[in-house]
T-cell receptor, first 117, second 116 residues
Framework: DSGVTQTPKHLITATGQRVTLRCSPR?????VYWYQQSLDQGLQFLIQ???????AKGNILERFSAQQFPDLHSELNLSSLELGDSALYFC????????????????FGEGSWLTVV | GQNIDQPTEMTATEGAIVQINCTYQ??????LFWYQQHAGEAPTFLSY????GLEEKGRFSSFLSRSKGYSYLLLKELQMKDSASYLC?????????????????FGQGTTLQVKP
């Protein structure tokens, strides 16, 4: 158990709908990362937050948005869902953004399986 | 931007040694990670290199050459349970105010099959 909690574990929804995926980082971790992994694909970086602020942005679609709350949990909102959005969405956390000085480990949650039908 | 290359698939025999290579290009470097991922499961941390050289952890070792943009993961005494995908990830250097920096980008992964 990495200590990163993601809910829901599985979700099936229809095209055009909106869903929210939730992530609770490990206790004390300030950084949260979101990744998308489609079938047989690599991990695609979506977005990173640090202590409530957006830190880095990847190829996140405009239909997707995320935020990190004062209690450090994070939510990924996916709207106007399409079949191609079906994927495993991972959240990861670390104490602080990695740096040459800190050399952190980044731990992943178990992921949220999203199926769009 | 960041670009990471690693072989798609490798096969090795139980008890043997295998080396998985990773080459990367990045505008700023803040460390390289290796993760193991079994299908449908979360990636699990194996190693982190930020300085040149070899880091050893039991059966697994990871090497980094920053000047060459090159790393490898060495797995010794292979076991059947080592069959998995191995992901190389590079953390870019963060520039305050620029959301296009500081990303942790993963390669496509190398699927390792260990045969008896």
């Amino acid at each position: 158990d990495s200590g990163v909690t993601q809910t829901p574990k599985h979700l099936i929804t229809a095209t055009g709908q909106r869903v929210t995926l939730r992530c609770s980082p490990r206790s004390g971790d300030l950084s949260v990362y979101w990744y998308q992994q489609s079938l047989d694909q690599g991990l695609q970086f979506l977005i990173q937050y640090y202590n409530g602020e957006e830190r880095a942005k990847g190829n996140i679609l405009e239909r997707f948005s995320a935020q990190q709350f004062p209690d450090l949990h994070s939510e990924l909102n996916l709207s106007s869902l399409e079949l191609g959005d079906s994927a495993l969405y991972f959240c990861a956390s670390s104490p602080r953004p990695t740096s040459i000085l800190s050399g952190n480990t980044i731990y992943f949650g178990e992921g949220s399986w999203l199926t769009v039908v | 931007g960041q670009n990471i290359d690693q072989p798609t698939e490798m096969t090795a025999t139980e008890g043997a040694i295998v080396q998985i290579n990773c080459t990367y290009q990045t505008s700023g470097f803040n460390g390289l990670f290796w993760y193991q991922q079994h299908a449908g499961e979360a990636p699990t941390f194996l190693s982190y290199n930020v300085l040149d050289g070899l880091e050893e952890k039991g059966r697994f070792s990871s090497f980094l050459s920053r000047s060459k943009g090159y790393s490898y993961l060495l797995l010794k005494e292979l076991q059947m349970k080592d069959s998995a995908s191995y992901l190389c990830a590079v953390h870019g250097y963060y520039v305050r105010g620029s959301s296009n920096t500081g990303k942790l980008i993963f390669g496509q992964g190398t699927t390792l099959q260990v045969k008896p």
